[in-house]
T-cell receptor, first 115, second 112 residues
Framework: AQSVAQPEDQVNVAEGNPLTVKCTYS??????LFWYVQYPNRGLQFLLK????DNLVKGSYGFEAEFNKSQTSFHLKKPSALVSDSALYFC????WGTGFQKLVFGTGTRLLVSP | NAGVTQTPKFRILKIGQSMTLQCTQD?????MYWYRQDPGMGLKLIYY???????DKGEVPNGYNVSRSTTEDFPLRLELAAPSQTSVYFC???????????FGSGTQLSVL
């Protein structure tokens, strides 16, 4: 069965500094990988996805993620953090081509960006 | 274009009561999903539907039922509420396999 690990419950970063939110996964076959963000009292919003192709994926709000097959990782990055980036971030994985009924979410990482 | 709409936003139930969480989407998506989110946990899939008249169980279906009579609507029914069903419930929809999910704003349910 597939699984996702987000090893940090919280990441603290100062505004203007680069940020990284870590995600590792386990899946049979090729993975579909996703990042979602959740703001307080809101549903999850899509940030980016990796299906195939270039290992560096660019998404919404200046975020990007790097797919590393050998390390089974899909870390979320942003060159310069904003206070408004403070939110809960979820990584998710599903086996290639299976649809969202097999999608597994991580436990989430809270990002806190200080002014 | 409202996207995915969930009602109610908040609800308190007594043990043994029943209720229906409503979900509707106006994007003509065939695929719809119900998730629950517990503190410190990722989202868990309760039920899903790949089109009108077709539903199937997810990872945590016990205590819930769904129906899908139209493309737009996907209600979730709790028949005999239990404290273990205290959670935040999210409905989501998507256009196709491995496209992005669109989420509703959630229903916070407490069973006391």
């Amino acid at each position: 069965a597939q699984s996702v690990a987000q090893p940090e419950d919280q990441v603290n970063v100062a505004e203007g500094n680069p940020l990284t939110v870590k995600c590792t996964y386990s899946v049979s076959g090729n993975p579909y990988l996703f990042w979602y963000v959740q703001y307080p009292n809101r549903g999850l919003q899509f940030l980016l996805k990796y299906i195939t192709g270039d290992n560096l994926v660019k998404g919404s709000y200046g975020f990007e993620a790097e797919f590393n097959k050998s390390q089974t990782s899909f870390h979320l990055k942003k060159p310069s953090a904003l206070v408004s980036d403070s939110a809960l971030y979820f990584c998710a994985v599903s086996p290639w081509g299976t649809g969202f009924q097999k999608l597994v979410f991580g436990t989430g990482t809270r990002l806190l960006v200080s002014p | 274009n409202a996207g995915v709409t969930q009602t109610p936003k908040f609800r308190i139930l007594k043990i043994g009561q029943s209720m229906t969480l409503q979900c509707t989407q106006d994007m003509n998506h065939n695929y719809m999903y119900w998730y629950r989110q517990d503190p410190g946990m990722g989202l868990k899939l309760i039920y899903y539907s790949v089109g009108a008249g077709i539903t199937d169980k997810g990872e945590v279906p016990n205590g819930y039922n769904v129906s899908r009579s139209t493309t737009e609507d996907f209600p979730l029914r709790l028949e005999l509420a239990a404290p273990s069903q205290t959670s935040v419930y999210f409905c989501a929809s998507t256009l196709g396999v491995n496209e992005k999910l669109f989420f509703g704003s959630g229903t916070q349910l407490s069973v006391l």
